[in-house]
């Protein structure tokens, strides 16, 4: 958390980080501290528009965060401001639901072959708690699987780091290995009876280390470990959702959750998340009782509406996919040409990169560092995103910058 | 959870609730779910404006429900709504904090005199939760002591009720009587050396009982139990927070806490909540680890800038304090022309009519009911919320429909 300011940032950011800092404890909190993993990189970013954003001295970045994942169809969007403004005329947080829930209810298990309802709330966790508290309502059993070190929110029950957190938030949790089928049937006979959930990520994604997709086997094997035992498979798609699937980041596997929770790219960076399940768990959605004071508020609703129905038509998937391969063949080639051994780890649309042997993440964090001198926003050892907007000239254009980046750090 | 569909409810309504059927658990969840508390009260809204919404068929309600709370200025008001749509013109979810974090932040700790800093959530749950969380990492104290049936969020730790709950979520809480100082003290020693937080709401709003004022001397004992034990004082103003009093809803009273968590009617409906603290506090803010997708998402924070700005001009509250004692002193006087014995309980602002001897609350439902169908919204057993959108005509044309629905209960 120590500032150590490279003399790159602006005046403005300067002069917005000493403001912080007296009003927000250490500045800023959470993932998006840029403390935590940059010296080069602006704390404050003021606009954004299609796949670039400008930070608060007049720098435009070509983004390949997506505002840490929301951004699906890129900043701004017409069809999603135009959703949101159209809303925001009628009304936002009414007393009564809004008919747009039903609407986007409607679309999503439509769109979701595993969905045969939906729930709305408004974090990433929220939808990863109901999910839990959901599937033990079911079963009535109390354990919970999850993967060592995977992130499913940072609040107690999950958190992965961070003070405050006791015992009892996490005594109900057993852990596996992702991937290891081996480790998720022990963690099972460990949970024995009392196995309600097995909560998992469509691919590892953890912060900090390389990315992994998930082995098919593992996959359809979690499915029959929970058959067999019981308990309720929870897909956390929270971070993938949409991006790579719009059925569901395991569809393409064929490989169906019990229940998804989603977040992040459902309305294109308005805040709404969702629990989607299958009938045989209607009842226990039923019985639980979860609420929040904005949770069918009309706007984000329409947002998430307008999101996939432009996801629908097709066309967004592919771009996003195809930039993320351009992406990937470029850096490829680039570390080739300038001697560097990196890895690009995780699906093209949600690409990572890592420098062979770099544990420490000194060479990453200079090459990030780097970029963003040169106008590129990516992140040293947190997965990025494309977005629909990115066209093979912004690739091209991030390219150039990444070129120069490696060139940067060979040097030094 | 039955579907008793009174024949006042629109065609376009009983479409909706079938078609939400479908798609929805039980058609809707959590506190909006109408069939919990009505079958005259419409589940869906399509606009609201001011103090006035309307549902699917057409029909308009005054508005004594704010959308349950964060309707503070009135639907769509229009300085607001004018900060919503100039921030959406230059991003919301952006990959760094917009500067509008800052301001708000600023000003927060501007207005509230117990605030040295504040960080930014989405939910009411969000702000309680990282409260404890953050009293946890500041005492190194597990145990929380809350009051019996006080509402503090859908979270596990904190749940009143629903299925999924397990007997570790709520281990670390101990439970005092609200007002009862000397309960308090008794849950303080059963904590013992263990004890981390004390989480107190500014007055008694459970839904389901009378409302009751906080005694002065209760919430000064208990900043003298908190200053005693080393144990951190929470304030959970998220649902009364800003409608009292704009600096914390114990501030009349001289008792500041050491945290508060805020939500509802910071943002005049956008996605919102705060936590706020003390000096003493803020390294313990800087070592927990909570974030959220789109926690400081710029478009929520603008709408918060403008509210809390709209608020500081000061003629909101006194205005929100007129309607409410206008329409208290109105009801009192028609429930004893028409022979009723009411109880009026919480501050005129955050109003709650039950009858005497109404246990379960059949009276109040019908009177409810009939003020539905007349085109008034409120709730038969949680409190209603008043906004500055509020005129003496507004409470004037409120009263005379129930009246009309007095005369209604009277009659059946």
Same mark, same amino acid.
């Given at each position: 958390?120590?500032?150590?300011?490279?003399?790159?940032?602006?005046?403005?950011?300067?002069?917005?980080?000493?403001?912080?800092?007296?009003?927000?404890?250490?500045?800023?909190?959470?993932?998006?501290?840029?403390?935590?993993?940059?010296?080069?990189?602006?704390?404050?970013?003021?606009?954004?528009?299609?796949?670039?954003?400008?930070?608060?001295?007049? %720098?435009?970045?070509?983004?390949?965060?997506?505002?840490?994942?929301?951004?699906?169809?890129?900043?701004?969007?017409?069809?999603?401001?135009?959703?949101?403004?159209?809303?925001?005329?009628?009304?936002?947080?009414?007393?009564?639901t809004?008919?747009?829930?039903?609407?986007?209810?409607?679309?999503l298990?439509?769109?979701?072959?595993?969905?045969?309802?939906?729930?709305?709330?408004?974090?990433?966790?929220?939808?990863?708690?109901?999910?839990?508290?959901?599937?033990?309502?079911?079963?009535?059993?109390?354990?919970?699987?999850?993967?060592?070190?995977?992130y499913?929110?940072?609040?107690?029950?999950?958190?992965?780091?961070g003070?405050?957190?006791?015992?009892?938030?996490?005594?109900? @949790?057993?852990?596996?290995?992702?991937?290891d089928?081996?480790?998720?049937?022990?963690?099972?006979?460990?949970?024995?009876?009392?196995?309600?959930?097995?909560?998992?990520?469509?691919?590892?994604?953890?912060?900090?280390?390389?990315?992994?997709?998930?082995?098919?086997?593992?996959?359809?094997?979690?499915?029959?470990?929970?058959?067999?035992?019981?308990?309720?498979?929870?897909?956390?798609?929270?971070?993938?959702?949409?991006?790579?699937?719009?059925?569901?980041?395991?569809?393409?596997?064929?490989?169906?959750?019990?229940?998804?929770?989603?977040?992040?790219?459902?309305?294109?960076?308005?805040?709404?998340?969702?629990?989607?399940?299958?009938?045989? @768990? %209607?009842?226990?959605?039923?019985?639980?009782?979860?609420?929040?004071?904005?949770?069918?508020?009309?706007?984000?609703?329409?947002?998430? @509406?307008?999101?996939?129905?432009?996801?629908?038509?097709?066309?967004?998937?592919?771009?996003?996919?195809?930039?993320?391969? =351009?992406?990937?063949?470029?850096?490829?080639?680039?570390?080739?040409?300038?001697?560097?051994?990196?890895?690009?780890?995780g699906?093209?649309?949600?690409?990572?990169?890592?420098?062979?042997?770099?544990?420490?993440?000194?060479?990453?964090?200079?090459?990030?560092?780097?970029?963003a001198v040169?106008?590129?926003?990516?992140?040293?050892?947190?997965?990025?995103?494309?977005?629909?907007?990115?066209?093979?000239?912004?690739?091209?254009?991030?390219?150039? =910058?990444?070129?120069?980046?490696?060139?940067?750090?060979?040097?030094?």
């Amino acid at each position: 958390m120590t500032t150590t300011q490279s003399p790159t940032l602006g005046a403005a950011e300067l002069a917005l980080r000493g403001r912080a800092n007296a009003v927000i404890p250490g500045g800023m909190y959470g993932h998006m501290n840029v403390q935590a993993f940059s010296s080069a990189h602006p704390q404050f970013m003021v606009s954004g528009a299609g796949c670039r954003v400008t930070d608060a001295d007049g %720098r435009e970045y070509l983004d390949l965060m997506c505002g840490w994942g929301p951004v699906i169809l890129g900043h701004r969007h017409p069809a999603v401001t135009s959703a949101i403004v159209d809303q925001l005329g009628r009304g936002d947080c009414l007393d009564g639901t809004s008919p747009v829930a039903v609407e986007f209810a409607e679309l999503l298990v439509d769109t979701i072959p595993s969905a045969d309802w939906a729930m709305f709330v408004k974090n990433g966790s929220d939808a990863t708690t109901t999910c839990v508290t959901l599937a033990r309502a079911a079963t009535g059993r109390a354990k919970v699987l999850v993967a060592h070190g995977a992130y499913h929110g940072s609040v107690p029950w999950c958190a992965l780091r961070g003070a405050g957190i006791v015992a009892q938030d996490q005594a109900n @949790l057993v852990h596996y290995e992702y991937n290891d089928l081996a480790s998720a049937h022990w963690a099972a006979d460990e949970a024995g009876a009392d196995l309600a959930a097995i909560v998992v990520c469509p691919m590892r994604h953890d912060a900090g280390r390389e990315q992994e997709l998930v082995d098919p086997e593992f996959a359809r094997g979690l499915r029959a470990l929970a058959d067999r035992t019981g308990a309720v498979l929870i897909l956390d798609d929270v971070r993938c959702g949409f991006r790579l699937d719009l059925g569901g980041s395991w569809e393409p596997l064929g490989v169906r959750p019990d229940l998804s929770a989603w977040s992040k790219a459902i309305a294109n960076g308005q805040a709404l998340g969702a629990v989607t399940g299958t009938d045989a @768990l %209607r009842d226990a959605a039923r019985s639980i009782f979860v609420t929040g004071s904005f949770w069918t508020a009309a706007v984000p609703l329409a947002a998430g @509406l307008a999101t996939l129905t432009e996801l629908r038509k097709g066309e967004a998937l592919p771009r996003i996919a195809a930039a993320g391969t =351009r992406l990937r063949e470029g850096l490829a080639s680039q570390a080739a040409s300038h001697g560097f051994e990196i890895h690009q780890t995780g699906p093209v649309q949600m690409p990572l990169l890592s420098f062979v042997g770099d544990i420490e993440f000194r060479t990453v964090t200079a090459w990030a560092e780097a970029a963003a001198v040169r106008g590129v926003y990516l992140h040293p050892w947190h997965n990025w995103f494309l977005s629909a907007a990115h066209t093979d000239d912004d690739i091209d254009a991030i390219l150039q =910058r990444t070129d120069d980046a490696f060139t940067a750090v060979s040097r030094s």
